[in-house]
């Protein structure tokens, strides 16, 4: 029978999706789990880690890449660029290409998307129609709101990220991230925001993660308005598909 892998991020979401499918398949099925470990993380991850282990009952199998140091930083330098039309070159240096590395060609894998994410999660499909996958959280109906609650109710505490107003536990700095999340951690992590301010400066304006609206213009994170944007916490909400969900994983 094929192995179980889940993917898990360090996040609300991939945890609770990994409880549910240890609940569901644990006694039958072999199940690995799985975690890339970032550099730029925020070190209170590997807390998040350690406690997420003991609620699963099971260790967390953490992969490194060796080839940039597993750092995101390293990435944007070598590869000059932060983000394209393919997304972030960070993502797929350092987890999506060490993850694959690991997984055999008849694994389920198992990923976190939330109801909020059926989009993404039908986008995955269309890139991704030979690979068997489950998500539990769809399946269930639970959102991400639903995921923080449940966490909440099994004692774990949040990573930092979280308890500070991120809306996920990603690299402090995420390239991905809008004008009021890169205003936060200006704010937040000041010596983070200049490193890929230097970054972009040292590229060039092909490298700058903004464009003017009005001028279409790109600009540097240090040209960035302190106004700019808007950031708002996440509350650790639950709806009536979170109660079914729980129910499978204290039964």
């Known amino acids: 029978m ?27 099925r072999e199940i690995l789990i799985v975690n890339a470990f970032i550099k730029e993380e925020h070190e209170d991850n590997r807390r998040f880690l350690a406690d997420c282990e003991k609620w699963f009952g099971r260790e967390i199998t953490v992969l490194r890449d060796e080839k940039y140091g597993a750092s995101t930083l390293e990435v944007f330098r070598r590869k000059r660029y932060l983000k394209g039309q393919r997304g972030a070159p960070c993502s797929k240096q350092l987890k999506r290409d060490l993850l694959d590395s690991f997984r055999q060609p008849d694994d389920a894998i198992v990923l976190g998307y939330t109801v909020e994410e059926q989009n993404r999660y039908d986008d995955f499909i269309d890139r991704n129609n030979g690979i068997d996958l489950m998500v539990p959280l769809i399946d269930r109906g639970l959102t991400k709101g639903d995921c923080l609650g449940m966490l909440e109710r099994a004692g774990i505490e949040m990573p930092a990220m979280y308890r500070m107003g991120y809306d996920n536990a990603n690299c402090i700095g995420c390239v991905k991230g809008g004008l009021g999340y890169w205003n ?24 700058y993660l903004f464009r003017d609206r009005d001028t279409n213009e ?15 916490e996440p509350l650790p909400a639950c709806s009536f598909f979170c109660e079914i969900a729980e129910q499978e994983i204290t039964a």
């Open 2 to 28: 094929s192995r179980i892998v889940c993917q898990f991020s360090c996040g609300a979401a991939s945890a609770v999706a990994t409880k549910l499918v240890l609940a569901e398949f644990g006694a039958t």
């Open 184 to 207: 936060k951690i200006r704010r937040d992590f000041p010596e983070r925001f200049e490193e890929i301010a230097a970054i972009e400066e040292t590229i060039g304006p092909s490298a």
């Open 218 to 232: 790109r600009f540097n994170l240090r040209q960035l308005d302190p106004s700019a944007g808007r950031h708002d």
